[in-house]
């Protein structure tokens, strides 16, 4: 099996005795946020941004998160110590905690925080060399609301179809029929004239950690950006194609349906500069 550990409310607990009663909202109505990160070098890598996050998801949705930050940094550092300093990625849960049979969080008594880590696997060395095959999902419904980290079975079964039909993402469009990401990542692509685009926020996307890392790294690196509402013809004229996620952090993208990408030097240019990224805080 998976070499797994876990906390649950900050005490260590072993992963076949830990249980979630059935009355958690987050159980019983998905009524939960969470955060996605990864340890590098002993330390959670980006952790102001992701702190920033994780407060904006609970503040929209009325949760007041049930420790401090120091206290969580603190389980954090915990879990990085109990596998040795190897590098993890580490899912981070609250849950809305045990309530009434009703969707109303209001007499919720007490939320609760759940840490998962594992050691981090990435895609193989020659997914990051040639790039992956990525899939149109063509039903269109955007981040239920905005940019939350939340649980979304729409985000679980755009990638279950993807997979079955032998691509590695999918991409969503919005109701408007503009790009907005992939069921797990952030999409980018860059222009034959070396320009690189993104979907805004305004896409219905999550604001992905990696995202703004990668933003600030294209502008470092001396790239244009252009961040917008893009339609998938927009899309068919990149020249390079790649995704964005904490564990995965950019991947080349090969293929899109039938159509053919190159795993060209600007994208190789923004992966260098993501393996030796410093440790920053970003806007969120
Ligand atoms: C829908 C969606 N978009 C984008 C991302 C990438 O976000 P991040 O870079 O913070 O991992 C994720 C990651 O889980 C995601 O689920």
């Known amino acids: 099996m998976e070499t797994l550990k876990l906390m649950m409310d900050g005490q260590p607990v072993a992963v076949e005795q830990a249980t979630i009663p059935v009355m958690d909202h987050g159980f019983l109505f998905g009524d939960c946020i969470y955060e996605v990160l990864r340890s590098r070098n002993g330390q ?12 904006y998801s609970a503040s929209q949705i009325d949760l007041e998160l049930p420790c401090s930050d120091d206290v969580l940094r603190a389980e954090f550092q915990t879990m990085i110590d109990a596998f040795e300093g190897q590098d993890l990625q580490m899912r981070f849960i609250v849950t809305r ?12 008594i007490k939320p609760c925080r759940i840490l998962i880590a594992r050691p981090l696997t990435k895609p193989s060395g020659h997914q ?43 991409i969503r469009l919005n109701p408007q029929g503009k790009i907005a990401e992939c069921a797990t990542s952030n999409l980018f692509w ?30 470092q690196a001396g790239f244009p950006l252009q961040e917008g509402l893009y339609t998938w013809s927009d899309l068919q ?9 904490t564990s995965r952090g950019i991947l080349p ?32």
Request: proline share 4%; glycine share 8%; aromatic share 8%.
């Open 44 to 55: 959670p890598f980006l952790w102001a941004t992701h702190l920033k996050r994780l407060h």
């Open 97 to 108: 905690g045990v309530g009434p049979l009703s969707h109303e969080p209001g007499q919720c």
């Open 128 to 170: 990051y060399a040639k790039g992956v095959a990525l899939y149109r999902e063509e039903a269109t419904n955007p981040m239920e609301k905005g940019h939350i980290k939340s649980g979304n079975v729409k985000m679980v079964l755009a990638l279950h179809r993807a997979q079955q039909l032998g691509f590695y993402e999918a």
């Open 190 to 219: 860059f222009d034959a004239a070396g320009v690189l685009h993104t979907p805004s926020v305004e896409a219905g996307i999550l604001k992905g950690v990696t995202r703004e890392l990668v933003l600030y790294l294209a502008v």
């Open 237 to 245: 004229q990149a020249s390079e194609v790649f995704i964005t996620s």
């Open 253 to 284: 993208v090969s293929r899109i349906g039938n159509q053919i990408y190159a795993v060209g030097s600007n994208t190789q240019t923004l992966m260098d500069r993501l393996e030796r990224a410093p440790d920053i805080e970003l806007d969120f």
